[in-house]
């Protein structure tokens, strides 16, 4: 069924009655002269037998059936109280295929309608020339018809593909809505990507990638029970279905693997066989969303669990991702408000020299009460800030409280430098450097009072510009330090690139160098590359005497780990500085 959002913008314009029917006789649109024509009455789904008598109803179905038929009609008709008209009335075809009726009405003045009987026309002539008006206007509004339904077409498809685009899916979606409240039956949307599609692109090109991207569409059109196949983008494709009146657990797993099959079949390109995997999320209207927003919501939490949950698997929404949806939502909206509010919390664990047990620096790390959910985990809000572009703002406003509370520590020489993470994306920015630089010397301390940690296991699209930065802040004397080291799969080449400082070997090593050889076989491989390129070394993670005198023994210099310290707030941190008579070394010496 055709919006009438469509239609309007081809219609309203003109100086002529114009409504539509569509298959089954139901007024679907009538344009701004038509709605003054009926005072604003309610028409959409509403058939000639509600407004006329049946004898006057049967004589205009039998000429829609003739319309519906092909062969356009003329004839005169009862538009409103007292109207008569001359009406044109046109066959035309939807962009969902449906045939339908545009009617075309010429008012030939007002004229005494007693007892709802046919009127009779002022004369020949009248008929005559509204025939000629007609007959020219029918012209003009074809093409704009055609050439409207040709638009709507290209706006509703994907070039690369031949689906339907988001513009398609969310038309889908309301003819489906539209579908069910009139017969009730249900329909199922699946948000589906494949897993790690960009490694396609990397390792074999953009050709063959899209070359997968056509294949898999190709497979969802031949899906049982499809009604719609959109690509949203990317990799992320919607299928709409229709489904039956009652879904029990059996039927959920045969949709279920019928996704499936499609995502996980191997494909041969250009005589190379692509094994991709794909994830998908289900969600089934009315029951999991009883509007077309939630549902769409809900289908793609059902898809952020099944690839949460190790990917290449189809997840059915259920109350329990409803549960950790809603939780996600409010960490969310939670996350942006503290931010704004810088309502965040920090703490401290001090980094201490190897040999003297003195503090070398301490390590910013931030905390978040949400009001409603309590302590929040750090990773659980760092993977939300990173996934909502939050990172950068949630960095930014952790370095400014720590600044404030540790410079009156920087200040009286209690410490001598602190440690702050750094997103991937701010590296890459072009005025990353000299906005940090800036914001040190706007909190009153020196380059060498900071040292920022790049994560291993980060993502750097662009290496030129993250070095560049880097470069900057490394001659200004900023300490960088590559932190989680060991975990991650690090280019040894870009690493020798990039002016580093120091490297901070991670606690799954600390952790498990005691108990296996490899990895502590690892650790000594580590400790020697450290020596090679010529920057220090920090162990997290410890926790022991044995751990601590192990890793000391290496050569390592900075220790940090629950052994020396907890993490604490700023009270906490003087006191344990003043019961410890942890007295910083020398500025140098932190580096």
Avoid at 14 to 26: A, D, E, G, I
Avoid at 492 to 501: A, F, G, I, K
Avoid at 548 to 575: E, N, R, W
């Amino acid at each position: 069924m055709i919006d009438a959002a469509v239609l309007r913008a081809c219609f309203d314009a003109l100086p002529y009655v114009v409504f539509v029917k569509n298959s089954k006789f139901q007024i679907i649109y009538g344009n701004a002269e038509f709605r003054d024509l009926i005072d604003g009455a309610e028409f959409y789904g509403k058939t000639d037998a509600d407004f006329f008598d049946e004898k006057i109803a049967t004589a205009y179905r039998k000429e829609d059936e003739q319309v519906l038929r092909g062969k356009p009609v003329y004839c005169d008709e009862h538009l409103g109280d007292e109207v008569a008209a001359i009406v044109s009335k046109l066959p035309v075809t939807f962009p969902n295929g449906e045939p339908g009726i545009v009617s075309i009405g010429l008012d030939l003045g007002r004229k005494k309608y007693n007892n709802k009987k046919y009127w009779e026309l002022r004369s020949d002539r009248d008929l005559a020339t509204s025939e000629e008006r007609l007959k020219s206007l029918e012209a003009q509004l074809l093409n704009t018809v055609h050439q409207k339904q040709d638009a709507i077409a290209m706006a509703m498809t994907d070039p690369a593909t031949g689906l339907r685009n988001r513009n398609g899916l969310e038309a889908d979606l309301i003819a489906a809505q539209r579908h069910f409240d009139a017969t009730g039956k249900q329909f199922a949307l699946a948000f589906t990507d494949l897993d790690h599609f960009k490694k396609i692109n990397d390792r074999l090109g953009h050709d063959v990638g899209d070359a997968v991207l056509r294949g898999l569409s190709q497979r969802f059109l031949k899906l049982d029970g499809l009604r719609s196949a959109a690509r949203m983008g990317g990799d992320e494709f919607a299928l709409l279905f229709d489904v039956d009146e009652t879904l029990d657990e059996d039927q959920f797993q045969t949709l279920m693997n019928r996704v499936q099959s499609m995502l996980s079949l191997p494909m041969i390109i250009d005589r190379k066989t692509i094994h991709a995997t794909g994830s998908a999320g289900i969600a089934v209207y009315p029951q999991h969303g009883c509007d077309l927003s939630e549902l769409k919501k809900n289908a793609d939490a059902a898809l952020l669990t099944a690839k949460a949950d190790g990917r290449s698997r189809v997840q059915i929404f259920c109350n329990a991702i409803r549960d950790r949806s809603k939780r996600r939502r409010l960490l969310e909206d939670g996350l942006q408000s503290a931010i704004k509010e810088r309502s965040l919390d920090i703490a401290f664990q001090p980094i201490v020299c190897s040999q003297t047990k003195q503090v070398l620096s301490v390590e910013v790390l931030a905390r978040w009460q949400h009001p409603e959910l309590g302590a929040i985990a750090p990773d659980e809000f760092i993977q939300i800030a990173a996934d909502c572009g939050l990172l950068s703002k949630l960095d930014r406003v952790i370095f400014d409280i720590a600044c404030g509370q540790l410079s009156p520590l920087l200040a009286a020489g209690r410490i001598q430098q602190f440690s702050v993470n750094v997103s991937p994306t701010d590296l890459t920015d072009v005025g990353f450097a000299n906005d940090l630089l800036g914001r040190i010397e706007g909190h009153g301390l020196t380059p060498k009072n900071v040292c920022i940690e790049i994560v291993e296991t980060a993502s750097i699209h662009d290496l030129k510009a993250a070095k560049f930065n880097l470069d900057i802040l490394h001659d200004a004397g900023i300490c960088i330090a590559l932190d989680d080291f060991g975990t991650g799969f690090s280019n040894l080449r870009s690493l020798l690139d990039l002016p580093l400082d120091r490297i901070k070997i991670d606690r799954s090593l600390v952790r498990d160098m005691e108990t296996n050889r490899a990895v502590f076989d690892l650790f000594l491989t580590i400790v020697q590359l450290a020596g090679i390129l010529e920057v220090s070394m920090v162990a997290e993670g410890l926790e022991t005497d044995f751990n601590a005198l192990m890793i000391a023994s290496a050569g390592v210099t900075h220790l940090q780990g629950y052994y020396f310290a907890k993490p604490m707030c700023m009270d906490d941190l003087v006191v344990w500085l003043t019961n410890n008579e942890a007295i910083a070394p020398k500025a140098e010496d932190a580096a």
